[in-house]
């Protein structure tokens, strides 16, 4: 018996599970249709001159909005990182038993956009000191992340969120609970009815809101 079969599913909403508990996945990717439904620019590929940052912030379908109206993001696509099981499916995932998080795949063509736009955006849209949750939104697959393809990247994140943690403080927030990792871990492409989910579903859910507080980096 596992201890998640012991503590029942709500185990899973506050903590990562152990390498014993994770679920094995599958071998293959999930199927993806590989156009944006918004800009018809392609989900995945090489992406020569771009740079590509994988972001969580709670519900993947929000969020993914956000970046897709950022000017100088060439494509976005939503899936699931930093856990341990391959190729899961969103229903793996909300089990808890994968320790993966939702989140957005930002390609950004870095002569249009910088990276500190980027970071902002990530910043003001969600509120990075929830922990294990963001709004109603409970379990670790909402937790906030950023996950950097680059050293400069991951430095420029680590910067940005000392300087956010000042502004948080002085608006009386607790401590920012963000996790920021180099190198980015596995990536695996959400369900096509996930990508690009409020375009396809203006009137769909949208969880996503920010602290008030302005990020100045």
């Excluded at 090489?46 to 969580?56: K, S």
Aim: charged share 15%; hydrophobic share 35%; glycine share 12%.
């Amino acid at each position: 018996m596992t201890l998640g079969s012991m503590l029942g599913v709500g185990a899973w909403k506050q903590r990562l599970p152990r390498d014993a508990d994770l679920l094995p996945g599958r071998d293959q990717p999930l199927p993806l249709h590989n156009i944006h439904h918004v800009s018809g620019r392609p989900l995945q590929g090489e992406f020569a001159g771009m740079e590509v940052v994988d972001v969580g912030l709670g519900c993947f379908w929000g969020a993914e909005r956000k970046f897709w109206n950022l000017p100088g993001v060439y494509t976005t696509a939503v899936g699931y990182a930093g856990g341990g099981t391959p190729n899961p499916t969103y229903e793996e995932v909300c089990s808890g038993q994968t320790g993966h998080a939702e989140v957005v795949r930002v390609v950004y063509d870095p002569a249009q956009v910088d990276f500190t736009t980027v970071l902002k955006t990530f910043w003001e849209s969600h509120d990075p000191t929830q922990g294990m949750r963001q709004g109603n939104d409970v379990g670790t697959q909402y937790r906030s992340a950023i996950y950097c393809r680059t050293q400069a990247q991951y430095e420029a994140a680590l910067a940005s969120r000392d300087a956010y943690q000042a502004s948080l403080e002085a608006s009386g927030y607790p401590p920012i609970t963000t996790e920021i990792a180099y190198p980015a871990p596995a990536f695996y492409y959400a369900e096509d009815y996930h990508q690009q989910y409020l375009s396809k579903n203006p009137n769909g859910y949208c969880g996503l809101g920010g602290t008030g507080v302005s990020c100045a980096i």
